[in-house]
């Protein structure tokens, strides 16, 4: 870490105060934007912002036990004051809910899955109240705080709107907090995809931001939506499953039949979403990736269309044994030792164990047991667990495991590996075709995410940089899918670049643009997924 940063002991009065990572006041005007020195800025304040979440959750929490004096309010309030006095020297610190995500201004804050019983607690919490954002000033003190929270424990959201809200705050003299309202997520992406027939023309162009009237911006918007609720129900069962609570299952249940419904639609758009996987710090939307490459995978294999929403549970919670594996080793950066594998492979056994131990769910679904029990097998009983007994691995297992190690190759957390570009998994796993891989269901694999696949950043002719947004509808041009251009001729990116359908082809009957060559997104650490969502 630069010596520019120092670690501060927080100025609070509670003895077991937390070390508050902070940073000179200074400094952020020194930095310019976009040097490394920047982003570490920018990583400090993401920690700071998730800290003054977190410390928020725990006022209101306290707040409703409390009176607004009592001293157990000390320690969120005081910590978050120190928080508000580093973050918001030039401008106020916002906290803002889109669509289920939480941002920091204008930065995502990007949780751990340990972070996540709290973000969920706290957007639940706005979520109530319709509330969009929360800005501190500098100025706020100790008293605003209390009288806020008392507040926002008080106030009933069913009689009271938040415009009442404010007029409390107003009207009980909090200074430095205010309220912003939810707002409507703008999706202006140039959306004209192949779709729509005979796009691409500057009308289509000048009407795309409109992003209501827009159906394709609607449904990536419906897409995300339903990828944040299945990520957020993932997110609060496993924590539920580790502290051996009840697990409510109706709910992630809705939010993949969401999903299914979403991916009968469109379901590239939804495909697309688990490119987030290389960027975002959720280690549960591994699961929500593998459920949903399930989902698709099996729909195309002739899976019941009924079925894919139980299927696409059982995905969900393919690695729940790892909940019996702890944090520490988990998330250890280093090397696992002999004794963590033997955790790490012990994970399908105790999957089955800790489904069938679960309140909540009565009957152990045979699917949830066999993707758990059989998802590391390997076509060839090549994997673990080792068997002594004959075994014939359901389809279940079979689709779980082509889905699963597809994303932990492309992702970077599971097993700390580096990420691969998803056409070399691709080609890796075209490798052990038949033996590790069912030949069949891998190849209609392929049908799903494209053979280059869907997330990949590749060079056009035109020298401009393209990212694969959707496999080919004809498989006789599979090396042609549809890509979004983000970067111009020079290399520099742009916004707004134009869909394109590469089997298109120009008056003289040759396909208008091309792609030239793969660009591997993981050595350019190219963040491909933000042009889906
Ligand atoms: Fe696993
Ligand atoms: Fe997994």
Redesign the pocket.
């Known amino acids: 870490m630069s010596s520019n940063f120092k670690i501060k002991e927080a100025t609070v009065v509670n003895e077991q105060a937390q070390p508050i990572l902070t940073h000179e006041r200074s400094l952020s005007h020194k930095i310019a934007q976009g040097s490394e020195a920047g982003d570490i800025l920018d990583q400090q304040m993401i920690m700071l912002g998730i800290q003054l979440v977190t410390q928020l959750n725990v006022l209101i929490k306290t707040s409703r036990i409390y009176d607004r004096t009592n001293a157990a309010l000390d320690k969120p309030v005081d910590t978050m004051l120190t928080l508000i006095k580093t973050m918001a020297h030039d401008h106020p610190v916002t906290l803002r809910l889109q669509n289920d995500f939480l941002f920091l201004g204008e930065s995502h804050l990007k949780v751990t899955a340990q972070q996540m019983a709290v973000v969920t607690s706290f957007i639940d919490a706005l979520n109530v109240w319709k509330i969009g954002g929360v800005s501190f000033a500098y100025t706020a003190e100790s008293k605003d705080l209390r009288e806020f929270a008392a507040l926002f424990v008080t106030l009933d959201p069913d009689n009271n709107s938040i415009d009442d809200f404010r007029r409390e705050i107003t009207g009980r003299g909090i200074n430095g907090i205010e309220l912003e309202e939810q707002r409507e997520v703008q999706i202006n992406e140039g959306a004209e995809s192949g779709d729509n027939k005979g796009s691409g023309t500057a009308e289509n162009k000048s009407t795309g931001d409109t992003a209501s009237a827009d159906p394709n911006a609607q449904r990536k918007g419906n897409a995300k939506n339903g990828y944040a609720k299945v990520a957020g129900s993932v997110g609060t069962l496993t924590q539920s499953a580790r502290e051996g609570g009840t697990v409510n299952f109706k709910q992630a249940k809705r939010a993949i039949q969401n999903i299914v419904d979403l991916m009968m639609d469109d379901e590239a758009t939804v495909l697309g979403l688990t490119t987030l996987r290389c960027h975002d710090q959720y280690t549960h939307n ?2 929500v990736n ?1 459920s949903l490459l399930s989902i698709a995978l099996a729909n195309r294999a002739g899976y019941p269309k009924a079925e894919l929403a139980d299927l696409g549970l059982a995905a969900l919670f ?2 729940l044994g ?1 909940s019996t594996i702890p944090i520490e080793v988990l998330n250890k950066p280093g090397e696992f030792t002999d004794e963590d594998w033997v955790a790490m492979r012990n994970h399908p056994t105790e999957g089955v164990l800790a489904l069938s131990k679960l309140r909540g769910i009565t009957n152990l679904p045979g699917r949830m047991a066999a993707a758990s029990f059989e ?2 097998m390997n076509l060839d009983f090549s994997g673990y667990p080792k068997l002594s007994v004959p075994w014939t691995a359901s389809l279940t297992g079979r689709i779980l495991t082509i889905a ?1 190690c597809y ?2 190759m492309t992702s970077s957390r ?1 097993y700390r590996r580096e990420p691969m570009s998803p056409s070399k998994v691709l080609n890796m796993m075209f490798s052990k075709s038949g033996k590790a891989f069912d030949a069949v269901l891998l190849k209609l694999f392929v049908n799903c995410v494209g053979i280059i696949p869907i997330g990949s950043m590749v060079m056009l002719d035109t020298s401009e940089l393209a990212v694969v947004i959707k496999p080919a509808l004809d498989k006789v041009n599979a090396e042609r899918p549809f890509v979004k251009v983000i970067t111009d001729s020079q290399g520099s990116p742009i916004d707004q670049g134009r869909e394109i359908d590469l089997t298109e082809k120009d008056e003289t009957g040759s396909f208008r643009e091309s792609i030239i060559r793969l660009i591997d997104n993981t050595e350019y650490k190219f963040d491909t997924s933000r042009y889906f969502v």
């Open positions: 591994h699961s593998v393919h690695d790892k998802h590391h699963d994303d932990a599971v």
